[in-house]
């Protein structure tokens, strides 16, 4: 029997519908490096476990993630300490013999506790000489014949630190971790997993030719088919009886769904049937979880993040006007028009002392839309019309912030 999955990574056995994406991943592997992104709670980190728990051929896959690192020495240490933490045999063979500061560090890896590992090499300059050790870590991986598979979770957020600490470092790391990727022949192969925009981060940056080498990948939403599959699937092994007609009142209420969210209330219509002595799950049993679980605050601190990293990311001048478009597409029933959202854009510049000119303010907000859209909030749904990206969120921002318009 599956398991519900709300919160951490799927495990192998309860994986489902990423067949084609991790296939596509092995495909591009095997000449670039990858750039992949999703929402939160889309279900990357479990493609990214499933990755390092089924290796392809004989790739050594390590797991690393960063969200809360802020400087290059702090990325390549924790690189290192995965390396031992997953291929602690692969380290003592190929690279603590050769490494020179690594050279007599230790004679059991296996003895070796992670934050006494991670001290020892702090206390051995690592923060200071960033750039030579991780020079010669890179060195050694290469020359050990082996193919490396790096899974770097949350890459945008420690740019983002990186780059509050020091402009400067932060370009100085990019540069550099750019060229050790694009390496010929090497055998080392980087993804970079993110749901924050790192595009436009490296935009602002001025420094978007640092990911040129990277392919880009994005992990889709389930489709109406696999929701309705997931949710068959589900309750007909616990058990749990439903009226055929609750598949489409899901569909219609959670539209692409997020993954998280579709098993949260797929449990809780087990729990809700369960809680009722069986009872057969109905569109009003549906419709009343619905608004009980997803809407209320069991969900609210997961989707509160849309909110939050509006403040955390995105660039001063704009944070007022993405909050202002988004509560007004909130309240509409199928989104607004391009020239609509532009005139509400207009109207928050015209609040500012030193309002921009029209040419300014048409680009500006040109490169706005395409933030929220590559950021997960908006798509497009038709001709000039824009709307969110995902039912679920829109209803949540309505609740919450549309009340602003």
């Keep these: 029997m599956r398991d519900f999955v709300v919160g951490g990574a799927v495990t192998p056995d309860d994986f489902m519908f990423r067949e084609e994406t991790i296939e596509e991943i092995w495909e591009s592997l095997r000449k670039d490096n990858i750039l992949f992104l999703a929402p939160r709670r889309m279900g990357k980190t479990s493609v990214m476990h499933y990755l390092l728990e089924n290796p ?34 692969f380290l003592k063979d190929h690279l603590s013999d050769a490494c020179g500061f690594l050279k007599g560090l230790f004679s059991h890896i296996g003895e070796v506790e992670a934050f006494d590992f991670k001290i020892t090499l702090k206390n051995a300059g690592f923060e200071e000489s960033w750039k030579d050790k991780a020079r010669e870590l890179m060195e050694r991986i290469h020359q050990s014949g082996r193919k490396v598979l790096f899974l770097i979770d949350e890459f945008p957020d420690m740019l983002v630190r990186m780059q509050k600490l020091s402009d400067a470092e932060a370009s100085t790391f990019l540069h550099f971790f750019r060229n050790i990727r694009i390496r010929p022949k090497s055998g080392i192969r980087w993804l970079l997993a993110g749901s924050v925009n790192l595009e436009g981060t490296l935009d602002r940056m001025g420094e978007i030719k640092s990911i040129n080498d990277l392919d880009k990948i994005t992990l889709p939403p389930f489709s109406l088919e696999e929701v309705e599959s997931f949710i068959t699937q589900m309750l007909t092994e616990y058990k749990t009886e439903f009226e055929p007609a609750i598949l489409k009142r899901i569909q219609d209420i959670l539209g692409e769904p997020i993954p998280y969210f579709l098993q949260l209330l797929t449990q809780e219509l087990y729990r809700c049937s369960k809680r009722n002595k069986g009872e057969k799950i109905t569109l009003e049993t549906v419709d009343f979880v619905y608004e009980k679980a997803l809407m209320g605050e069991k969900t609210r601190d997961k989707l509160q993040h849309f909110r939050s990293r509006i403040d955390l990311y995105y660039p001063e001048e704009e944070k007022e006007a993405a909050c202002r478009l988004l509560d007004q597409l909130s309240i509409t029933e199928r989104g607004h028009s391009r020239s609509a959202l532009f005139s509400l854009y207009r ?23 395409l933030l929220l859209e590559s950021d997960f909030y908006i798509r497009e749904t038709g001709d000039e019309q824009l709307d969110f990206s995902n039912n679920l969120l829109k209803q949540w921002w309505k609740k919450y912030y549309g009340y602003h318009c």
Excluded: C, M
């Excluded at 015209?350 to 040109?366: N, T």
């Design 347 to 369: 109207k928050e510049e015209d609040k500012k002392s030193a309002p921009r000119s029209e040419q300014a303010l048409k680009k500006s907000f040109h490169n706005l839309l």
């Design 56 to 89: 392809k051929e004989d790739w050594l896959v390590i797991y690393l993630n960063v969200e809360e690192l802020g400087t290059p020495g702090d990325f390549f240490l924790n690189l290192l300490d995965a390396i031992r933490e997953f291929h602690p045999r």
